[in-house]
């Protein structure tokens, strides 16, 4: 079954927690995920030298969504790209999300034996380098939606749900 958005949809409602800053990519992620039938929550890694009002524009977007937001303090903390993961990788076990997901613009592939990252399906939005510290157990749960999708794709479905940057 399609979602309205054209994308598969689930049948069992798999849980799920994004990583939402309020920004575009993110809340592109949490809709399409919504869509393929994820029961999805949200948090926002808040750390030190963010933005006062970053707290304020993830609750917003949050609402927009109709998703509950978390907010994961670090702020003694400069940002970390792993650290973050690794926060977002705790609250999902306390909240029993089987899953993590974030709106970079990356693949996870998986075998037998190991998860690898990927370069996007579209190159012009590569993030890989900013998650090549992940380890196999964050890898082996990570969900990258945008990876299959180029920024133009993101910013038209941004517009349809309205939250375009």
Known sequence: MDGALGFNT???????????????????TVRILQEQG????????????MADDAVETAQ??????????????????????????????QTADKLDCRFISTGHYARVEQDADECRLCAP??????????LEVLPQE????????LGEFDKESVQE????IGCAE
């Open 38 to 49: 994820f029961a999805v929550q949200a948090a926002l890694v808040h750390f030190a030298g």
């Open 10 to 28: 689930f049948e069992k409602q798999d849980k799920v927690l994004v990583g939402l800053n309020g920004g575009m990519d993110a809340a592109v």
């Open 138 to 145: 964050i890898l082996a749960r990570l969900i990258l939606p």
């Open 121 to 130: 399906e579209r190159a012009e939005c590569d993030q890989t380098a900013l």
């Open 60 to 89: 917003n977007a949050a609402k927009a969504l109709d998703v509950t937001l978390h907010v994961i303090e670090a702020a003694d903390t400069a940002a970390d790209e792993l650290l973050k993961f690794q926060l977002l990788m």
């Open 157 to 160: 479905i941004a517009q349809d």
